[in-house]
Each structure stands twice: as structure tokens, then as C-alpha cells.
């Protein structure tokens, strides 16, 4: 049974900087791939970013192309997601996904196994 925990949320001022980590175990990590999402109050969780086994393939949304960067580290079983130049509209729980296989997926059906989040407040 794999396990996704999210660490690195928390309050953090517009323009400002923030990284979140999954830690993943009870999986051969290194064979699948993964994904960020995110969920605001009264919206649709969305896909946020998404990498293939190997991080050769990313994948970012247009709203957070250029300013976000996903990456893993395989030998680590961890995923990163760096935030730069926040806005307030990036404020939501941050979600971090594993897919059903190695390939880069970034759609909500595409994913077996969740973490359970970790909030991002960006301030104006």
C-alpha cells in the first residue's frame, strides 16, 4: 500500500518563494509517475504540474507555467514542487499524486494513490 505525505505548506507573501516535498514509501516509487494538484475553496481539485518515472517529461499548467518547477529524486522516494513568485490565487491545499504508471499523466482519473494535502496561503 503506498503511502504520499506532503510537507512545505504555510503562509507566505505575494512575490515570495515556498517548496513542497512528497515523501513516498510502500511503492517502487521510481517506476511510476507523478503530479501535483490543487484544490481552492469552492473549486475543482486542477492539476497544478506532473513529471514522468525518470523526470525527463514535465508537465505544468498555463497559470503556473514559468514560475513553478517540479522534480524527484528517485533515490530519495521524493517529489518537489518549487513555488516562485506566488499570488494570492495560488492559495489552496496542495495535493501530491502518484499515477498508474510511469508515463506522464496529469488528469485526476490517472492517479491511484493520494496524499492528503498540505495548504498554501499566499498574502497580498
Known amino acids: 500500500q503506498a503511502q504520499l505525505v506532503e510537507s512545505g505548506g504555510g503562509l507566505v507573501q505575494a512575490g515570495g518563494s515556498l517548496r513542497l516535498s512528497c515523501a513516498a514509501s510502500?511503492?517502487?516509487?521510481?517506476?511510476?509517475?507523478m503530479a501535483w494538484f490543487r484544490q481552492a475553496p469552492g473549486k475543482e481539485r486542477e492539476s497544478v504540474a506532473a513529471?514522468?518515472?525518470?523526470?525527463?517529461?514535465?508537465y505544468y499548467a498555463d497559470s503556473v507555467k514559468g514560475r513553478f518547477t517540479i522534480s524527484r529524486d528517485n533515490a530519495k522516494n521524493t517529489m518537489y514542487l518549487q513555488m516562485n513568485s506566488v499570488k494570492p490565487e495560488d492559495t489552496a491545499v496542495y495535493y501530491c499524486?502518484?499515477?498508474?504508471?510511469?508515463?506522464?499523466?496529469?488528469?485526476?482519473?490517472?492517479?491511484?494513490?493520494w496524499g492528503k494535502g498540505t495548504l498554501v496561503t499566499v498574502s497580498s
Open positions: 499524486a502518484s499515477a498508474t504508471d510511469g508515463s506522464l499523466w496529469s488528469t485526476v482519473g490517472a492517479m491511484d494513490y
Open positions: 510502500g511503492r517502487t516509487f521510481s517506476r511510476y509517475g
Open positions: 513529471i514522468n518515472w525518470n523526470g525527463v517529461r514535465t
